[in-house]
């Protein structure tokens, strides 16, 4: 799964690697965004063609539902029934979008004193540094009282050889070159499947972090600092 990560690049250097034009949100640098918080995804514009930057909420709100649940953890999709579940399958075919991230938190279960269990992060990331972009979906959703929320989800998948030691899953990182079919709303179901894959381990790089990233109220640059 994807239950934290990270995007600290700059909301202007955000507009140019996604192509995205129209009104640009701010957002200040964030080390540990976790579920039910806001975060810039990049989708197609309603209106002229183009993309945009907008900030929703991290967690999907399906239409039909009632609203949002924290006993329904929908922060993560997986890719094998993205395209039939119910709550994901309308966003599949027709609300596709981009998150961008500079990395993501995942943790080893290690022995801990007492014989409880010890959790150890990681943060995964490009060898370079540099920002990349996860499968996601987002969706709208309308209260009685006139309340919207839009939302997004991340698609996770089976764990590349980096990322297996520490967790069996990690979210999917769509290859530059795929972003503009990822959000083509014409692209063939097949093709989208195609995209769900593990990204390649030998780009990336896995530091071990301190326990401050466990806390979801801490949003600084330790979160993302080698550990001692």
Same mark, same amino acid.
């Given at each position: ?16 690697? %996604? ?29 002229? +063609?183009?993309? *945009? ?38 966003? %599949?075919? +027709? ?10 938190? *995942? ?26 972009? %996860? ?94």
């Amino acid at each position: 799964m994807c239950g934290r990560y990270s995007l600290t690049t700059a909301p202007e250097a955000m507009r140019r690697l %996604f192509a995205a034009d129209g009104p640009l949100p701010n957002w200040p640098p964030r080390y540990n965004i976790a579920p039910t918080q806001t975060a810039p995804v990049v989708r197609r514009r309603s209106g002229p +063609q183009g993309n *945009e930057i907008a900030l929703l909420r991290w967690g999907l709100v399906p239409s039909w539902s009632k609203g949002p649940d924290p006993a329904l953890s929908m922060i993560n999709a997986r890719a094998e029934t993205v395209a039939t579940k119910p709550a994901y399958r309308a966003a %599949f075919r +027709q609300r596709r979008c981009l998150v961008p991230a500079d990395g993501f938190f *995942e943790w080893q279960t290690l022995p801990g004193a007492g014989g409880k269990p010890a959790k150890q992060p990681y943060h995964f990331r490009m060898k370079d540094g540099a920002p990349f972009a %996860f499968a996601g979906l987002w969706e709208h959703w309308q209260g009685g009282d006139g309340t919207r929320i839009e939302s997004f989800t991340i698609i996770v998948t089976d764990a590349n050889e980096l990322v297996r030691p520490i967790h069996d899953r990690m979210p999917v990182i769509l290859d530059p070159s795929s972003y503009a079919q990822w959000l083509e709303a014409k692209t063939p179901a097949e093709l989208l499947q195609a995209l769900l894959r593990p990204f390649p381990a030998r780009a990336m790089t896995a530091i071990k972090v301190s326990t401050h990233v466990n806390n979801p109220k801490n949003d600084d640059a330790a979160c993302i600092e080698p550990a001692a």
